[in-house]
């Protein structure tokens, strides 16, 4: 079985439902800790959402720093498909593993919705499940979500398709360009603002439209 | 000793809802001249002792401060940062 790990910061919340996700998806979740450094040999890395060291300084900035991600920055350079969800993706751009910022929602309200979502781009090792244009509902809870990048950068990701999803029917926080979700060129790190750990069966979310981040990376093993 | 002080402000370009929560907050109070207000952090960092002495020693230190700038207190991709060297007695140097 295809083993994930799912990294824990202090101040970490969606820890757990991605490493049910996983499961469900037919994964084997392997629990990291901030303090690690050894990876466990794990074929895919998970950063949860939530509010490492609690916000402080800038949300990820600390967590960016913290000795597990000397080791995911590393695997990821190796290509290992490394999923960054809402505060997971704040570190990635901290990281600068993906481009641009997460700033401030332009209202300034923490906003918690279902959201729909267009997947534009089925070249990522967690999307490859997807058709490009599919339309998915999956929460959206974010008080620092609105994504920026300078012109240049917001040029490279629409040129170069890393645009992973965009927000439809209202933009929940600002994000230039309505950008949801990035990738990097290689496709094996992703970020993503919403959460598609909480829409993976229809008990307990808006629907499963989330389930096929998890099910995607299960089709391109690469050992950490 | 030394103290580096590091201000940290968003970019011109970057939207601030922050300061313009704060704008909208002191027209309410009736400040009618407010054109436009930004928000941005301060650190004031106590070095444990003087890096290096002599006329050099507050380059040093504020070279030293720009390192952390750079590294963690400013999000280069958003943020502008700006060092000064400050003595004990709050004065600037």
Redesign the interface.
């Known amino acids: 079985m295809i083993r994930i790990g799912v990294v824990t910061f202090p101040g970490s919340l969606d820890d757990r439902d991605a490493a049910r996700a996983v499961r469900l998806a037919g994964g084997e979740p392997v629990r990291l800790w901030h303090r690690d450094t050894d990876l466990a040999g794990v074929e895919a890395i998970i950063l949860p959402g939530g509010f490492s060291y609690g916000d402080y300084?800038?949300t990820g900035?600390i967590a960016r720093?913290s000795p597990v991600m000397d080791s995911v920055i590393s695997a990821a350079g190796r290509g290992v498909p490394v999923l960054g969800i809402c505060n997971g993706f704040q570190i990635l751009?901290?990281s600068q593993l993906l481009?641009?910022?997460l700033?401030?929602?332009?209202?300034?309200h923490f906003i918690c919705r279902d959201q729909r979502l267009r997947i534009e781009s089925d070249r990522t090792a967690w999307t490859a499940g997807y058709q490009p244009g599919a339309e998915i509902v999956i929460p959206v809870k974010n008080g620092e979500g609105?994504y920026?990048?300078?012109p240049d950068t917001l040029a490279r990701l629409d040129g170069d398709g890393l645009v992973v999803a965009r927000y439809l029917g209202g933009n929940p926080n600002?994000s230039v360009a309505d950008i949801a979700g990035i990738t990097n060129p290689a496709g094996n790190v992703v970020g993503l603002m919403p959460h598609p750990e909480h829409a993976v069966e229809a008990l307990t979310g808006p629907g499963t439209g989330g389930l096929g981040f998890f099910t995607s990376v299960l089709r391109r093993p690469v050992r950490a | 000793m030394p103290r580096v002080v590091v201000d940290v402000m968003l970019k011109p370009e970057i939207l601030d809802p922050q300061g313009q929560a704060v704008q909208r907050a002191l027209e309410r109070l009736g400040f009618d001249r407010v054109m436009s207000v930004r928000q941005g952090k301060r650190f004031e960092i106590e070095l444990a002792e003087p890096v290096g002495t002599g006329p050099g020693a507050a380059d040093a230190a504020a070279e030293l401060g720009r390192d952390m700038a750079a590294k963690l207190l400013a999000n280069t991709v958003i943020e502008d940062f700006a060092v000064r060297i400050a003595d004990d007695a709050g004065g600037t140097a």
């Open positions: 300084l800038r900035a720093f751009c901290e481009p641009g910022a700033t401030r929602n332009n209202h300034l609105r920026v990048a300078d600002g």
